[in-house]
């Protein structure tokens, strides 16, 4: 049924097949403004913004899922099962939990570990992993090469919690887990995805580690942005 309570577009076509989700409805804004034509803005319920137009001539929508697997669930499950949606890449930010990915580095996620039930609540797998979609994630993987912007291939651990008591749990969710970043809505879109036999993949740019401490500088991380954004929508 639409509207859902949560997304107001009164009819299925005013979204496109594919939609590229950040995770902050001001990006969502700005990615449509920068890089789309004729963009119709189909989404303002609580300032989950979403806009519909195209890229290069393919009609592609961008809307936001805000902060959290609940969010991320609520969005990305009325998409699929309200409006027919059939693929989404998640665009958004992680911290870096290994020496070895750098802050700007972009990943493209393989799986993703969490401490939530979300996967068995709907899918019925009684699983805390969730994988996206692997011939999804290749293309997206193709098309990185293809434009000579280079990813890392990374489990990642998607958390419920941002601010912990024990800031080091990260070494020994990655040993336990083999997770490399954090972040905190992969599992909802993937599982979404595998509970409506769609399909799902996550780029992330490294915004912050946790091993070194470093941050990233506004501008530095709107050029890795960028680089996240042109892959997202040349896979689209
Ligand atoms: O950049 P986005 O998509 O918001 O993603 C990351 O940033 C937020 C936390 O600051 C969480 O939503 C996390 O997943
Ligand atoms: O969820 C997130 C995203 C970026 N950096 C973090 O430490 N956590």
Same mark, same amino acid.
């Given at each position: ?15 496109? @097949? #594919?939609?590229?989700?950040?995770? $902050? ?5 700005? *990615? %449509?403004? !920068? ?90 797998? @009684? #699983?805390?992993?969730?994988?996206? $979609? ?5 293309? *997206? %993987?193709? !098309? ?93």
């Amino acid at each position: 049924m639409i509207p859902t309570p949560h997304i107001e577009a009164k009819n299925k076509g005013d979204f496109a @097949k #594919t939609v590229i989700m950040p995770g $902050d409805p001001l990006r969502a804004k700005l *990615i %449509a403004e !920068t890089y789309l034509k004729d963009i119709k803005q189909v989404n303002s319920v609580r300032n989950m913004l979403g806009f519909t137009g195209t890229y290069k001539g393919k009609k592609l929508t961008i809307m936001a899922h805000g902060m959290g697997i609940p969010s991320a669930g609520i969005y990305t499950a009325e998409l699929f099962n309200n409006y027919d949606v059939d693929q989404i890449i998640r665009i958004g930010s992680c911290g870096s939990y290994v020496p070895e990915i750098k802050v700007y580095d972009v990943l493209l996620v393989t799986e993703s570990y969490c401490e939530s039930d979300y996967i068995e609540i709907v899918t019925g797998e @009684k #699983t805390r992993v969730a994988t996206p $979609d692997a011939n999804l994630t290749a293309h *997206i %993987a193709k !098309t990185a090469d293809s434009l000579s912007l280079p990813v890392t291939q990374a489990k990642v651990h998607c958390t419920d919690v941002f601010y912990r008591k024990n800031f080091d749990d990260y070494i020994k969710i990655h040993s336990e887990h083999g997770c490399k970043a954090v972040e905190m809505e992969t599992v909802a879109i993937f599982a979404n995805a595998k509970a409506y036999g769609k399909k799902a993949a996550c780029l992330l740019t490294v915004s912050d580690s946790l091993v070194t401490k470093e941050v990233t500088s506004s501008q530095e991380r709107q050029n890795s942005f960028t680089k996240m954004i042109e892959i997202a929508l040349a896979s689209a």
